[in-house]
Nanobody, 127 residues
Framework: QVQLVESGGGLVQAGGSLTLSCVVS????????MGWFRQAPGKEREFVAA????????DYAGSVKGRFTISRDNAKNTVSLQMNSLEPEDTAVYYC????????????????????WGQGTQVTVSS
């Protein structure tokens, strides 16, 4: 059974930084794309960032481009999201996910391309 566990969320002031991590067990994810999504209160879950199985291709939502950086460590079966210059609008529960298909190279922004999800970690940015 595949299990994804996110960590690193918390409360931060606007302009601050956080790094989210996601550890995957039950599957070696080196051949799968991985993504981060978020869901704010009262809103639908939305795409944040994704990285190809090899790490040579990344994609970001326009609202986070230039502020967030996704990376992966296949040896540790983890994916991370470095978030800088955080804004109150970034407040949400953040979820990591693993793609359905092996060697998937996008498009990455549809949640239906991901088969396994974590439980999420809360990020709150105060103004």
């Amino acid at each position: 059974q595949v299990q994804l566990v996110e960590s690193g969320g918390g409360l931060v002031q606007a302009g601050g930084s956080l790094t989210l991590s996601c550890v995957v067990s039950g599957r070696t994810v080196g051949a799968y794309a991985m993504g981060w999504f978020r869901q704010a209160p009262g809103k639908e879950r939305e795409f944040v960032a994704a990285i190809s199985w090899s790490g040579d291709n990344t994609d970001y939502a326009g609202s986070v481009k230039g502020r967030f950086t996704i990376s992966r460590d296949n040896a540790k079966n983890t994916v991370s999201l470095q978030m800088n210059s955080l804004e109150p609008e970034d407040t949400a529960v953040y979820y990591c996910a693993v793609s359905r298909k092996l060697y998937y190279r996008g498009p990455y922004d549809s949640q239906f391309q991901y088969a396994d999800w974590g439980q999420g970690t809360q990020v709150t940015v105060s103004s």
